[in-house]
């Protein structure tokens, strides 16, 4: 069974930052690509980051140039660092996994809450 275990949400004002970590096993993340979604209360779920066994990233608009998305190998961790926090980026945060060029994420974590304060 497929594991994804995240941590480091919390609460943090406008302009701070926080760091995601996503860990799964050694097989599950040597192989799959990772990405970062969110979901604030009343949207959508949306994808926030991804990131390539290869290590290729892209980013949603939205984030860009804030957020930096990044994998450790010898961990099996993937990072989602977020600077310049804004109130729109209190959502849960979801870690996703897929096996590359995979049209959909079928390996989900169990969310992290990221409340950023005005």
């Known amino acids: 069974q497929v594991q994804l275990v995240e941590s480091g949400g919390g609460l943090v004002q406008a302009g701070g930052s926080l760091r995601l970590s996503c860990a799964t096993s050694?097989?599950?993340?040597?192989?799959?690509?990772m990405g970062w979604y969110r979901q604030a209360p009343g949207n959508q779920r949306e994808l926030v980051a991804t990131?390539?066994?290869?290590?290729?990233?892209s980013y949603a608009d939205s984030v860009k140039g804030r957020f930096t998305i990044s994998r450790d190998n010898a961990k099996n961790t993937v990072y989602l660092q977020m600077n310049s926090l804004k109130p729109e980026d209190t959502a849960v945060y979801y870690c996703a996994a897929k096996r590359p060029y995979a049209s959909s994420w079928p390996y989900w974590g169990q969310g992290t809450q990221v409340t950023v304060s005005s």
């Open positions: 050694k097989v599950m993340f040597s192989i799959h690509d």
């Open positions: 990131i390539t066994t290869g290590g290729t990233t």
